[in-house]
């Protein structure tokens, strides 16, 4: 069983810079990625963004993410969102998952495709 823990949430000004980190208990099944959701209070968990962290290069991010948000990965164990130009809407409880996101080369970043979940970890970003 894939133990997902998260790390480096905080509370921040707007135009802050925050960089989570996901580290996973054990090397997760090679048809997987590994992701980041968010939810908001009172709002339903969406996709940020996934790694397939045996191919650094396959990144895919949900609509609005990229460009202040980016995903990396360190030995397929770990990722990370470093996320910059931080705005009061990007408060949420940010959760790392792994599952099968990607499936025949099309990204599905969606929560029920996630098979693992962490506990979350809460970033709050104050105007």
């Known amino acids: 069983q894939v133990q997902l823990l998260e790390s480096g949430g905080g509370s921040v000004q707007a135009g802050g810079s925050l960089r989570l980190s996901c580290f996973a208990s054990e090397y997760i099944d090679s048809m997987y990625s590994m992701a980041w959701f968010r939810q908001a209070p009172g709002k339903g968990r969406e996709g940020v963004a996934a790694i397939y962290t045996y191919d650094d290069d396959n990144t895919h991010y949900a609509d609005s993410m990229e460009g202040r948000f980016t995903i990396s990965q360190d030995n397929a164990k770990t990722i990370y969102l470093q996320m910059n130009s931080l705005k009061p809407e990007d408060t949420a409880m940010y959760y790392c998952?792994?599952?099968?996101?990607?499936?025949?080369?099309?990204?599905?970043?969606?929560?029920?495709?996630?098979?693992?979940w962490g506990q979350g970890t809460q970033v709050t970003v104050s105007s």
């Open positions: 998952a792994a599952g099968p996101f990607r499936l025949y080369g099309a990204w599905r970043l969606r929560p029920d495709v996630a098979k693992y």
